[in-house]
């Protein structure tokens, strides 16, 4: 029977235990602190700062959101065109098929659609873009050299995106592309406006 692990648990309280106790009697001997003598303490705030350890939490947070909505929107597509019974959109080149608009859909299929790329759905511009733009942050980490590289990488997989599709998004992406582009605006005005002030 291997009982390595219940010895090193051991050792490692029997460690903290010394630990704790030169702490402890370290805070008994040390001078009683006038505090009275000093008032209030100013400490700025750390909102707005993300530790390494808060960005790698949302990051993973957003790529483990972002598949599982992938994996929804793909069944939805799927559904759509296993329904269809379309060959040609399965076997060939799906973007193409999807951008010519030559299918239809149920009405249960198409009211998820709609519900999804609504105002307020998770594919419609507000949450996309906010998405978008709070995961190049998050990798990026408040650094305006690479938030520029963020930027650059945004439009360059957007033009890879409509190459894809075989032309010019539908308008909702357009928005979308629109609405990234002014977050970032935004954030490297509010850079500028800190260097100013």
Do not use: C
């Amino acid at each position: 029977m291997n009982v390595n692990g219940v010895s090193s648990s051991a050792n490692a309280y029997k460690a903290y235990s010394a630990t704790a106790a030169k702490t402890a009697k370290s805070a008994e001997t040390a001078p009683e602190a006038k505090t009275a003598d000093k008032g209030v303490v100013y400490e700025p705030s750390s909102v707005g700062k993300m530790s390494d350890s808060e960005r790698a939490a949302l990051v993973k947070q957003l790529n483990a959101d972002m598949e599982a909505r992938t994996n929804q929107l793909t069944q939805l597509v799927h559904d759509m065109i296993s329904k269809q019974g379309n060959a040609y959109g399965q076997a060939n080149d799906i973007w193409k098929f999807l951008a010519s608009g030559d299918f239809t859909v149920d009405a249960q299929t198409k009211a998820q659609a709609q519900a999804d790329i609504a105002e307020d759905g998770y594919w419609g511009v507000n949450q996309t873009s906010s998405r978008i733009f709070d995961f190049a942050m998050a990798l990026a980490g408040d650094d305006e050299e690479k938030m520029q590289e963020m930027k650059d990488a945004f439009e360059k997989g957007f033009k890879m995106a409509e190459k894809k599709w075989g032309g010019e998004l539908p308008e909702i992406s357009q928005q979308t592309f629109d609405a990234v582009q002014q977050k970032f605006d935004d954030y490297f005005a509010s850079k500028k406006q800190t260097i100013t002030e």
